[in-house]
């Protein structure tokens, strides 16, 4: 067994995973870059502190990450463990059919998600990435609308202002993201539950997703997110 994957000794803790050092090499990552990322990613204060702290806990295991190259799986799985914890808490304790079957005590994080999305607690402008493909599409638009000019006029050049803001229409919009990561995401969670030997550090993005989930779920204007009988108050 190669030595990164054995249990560090007192002297090897605090030293970095040799595989965090192996990629990058234009912007070689430092802990402090490393740390930068994750502390980039930021949960709705309104979330409650039980759900936050567990949502802590992955976001120190993914800078722990950058000593045991493992933990970014660990970090994924709790940040997806969380998301579920979330949802759990803030819809009612029983759903209806389809989202959870009449046999199961408790609904699945299919089911949580799909139930929250379709009540329009999860929506795709809560997404920072969904902005970024709309004002993508949007630019590509302007970009093409240029080339087309010049080519009807039959101009030398053309100028626009590229600062300019963006027109960002409905077909710009159109990635339905919250359809993919009502599918992706469970898929995601039960291949991490169940075990295997995955392995990569490309989990920054979970990471993203599940705080920015969470954050719709508790926007900062709510002021409760349980009934009495431990129902939340979901539409």
Request: glycine letters at 4%.
């Amino acid at each position: 067994m190669n030595a990164a994957e054995s249990l560090r000794t007192p002297q090897s803790a605090m030293e970095p995973d040799p595989r965090n050092l192996m990629f990058g090499s234009f912007d070689p990552q430092t802990v402090e870059t490393h740390h930068s990322e994750i502390a980039a990613i930021q949960l709705s204060p309104a979330v409650p502190e039980n759900i936050a702290i567990q949502f802590e806990t992955a976001r120190n295991l993914y800078l722990y990450a950058w000593y045991v190259y493992r933990f970014y799986m660990v970090a994924a799985s709790q940040a997806l463990s969380t998301l579920e914890y979330g949802l759990r808490e803030r819809v009612p304790t029983r759903l209806p059919q389809p989202y959870q079957k009449p046999n199961q005590k408790q609904p699945t994080l299919a089911g949580l998600l799909g139930y929250a999305i379709d009540q329009g607690l999860i929506r795709n402008e809560g997404f920072r990435r969904w902005h970024h493909v709309a004002e993508g599409q949007a630019r590509h638009r302007r970009t093409m609308e240029a080339f087309r000019i010049v080519i009807e006029q039959n101009l030398k050049s053309y100028e626009y202002d590229e600062t300019a803001p963006l027109t960002i229409t409905a077909e710009d919009q159109r990635w339905n993201l919250v359809q993919v990561l009502r599918e992706t995401l469970p898929m995601e969670r039960n291949a991490l539950a169940h075990g295997g030997s995955s392995l990569t550090n490309q989990v920054l993005g979970t990471l993203e997703l599940v705080a920015e989930i969470l954050s719709q779920l508790y926007p900062s204007a709510m002021t409760s997110t349980k009934h009495p009988d431990h129902q939340t108050n979901a539409p």
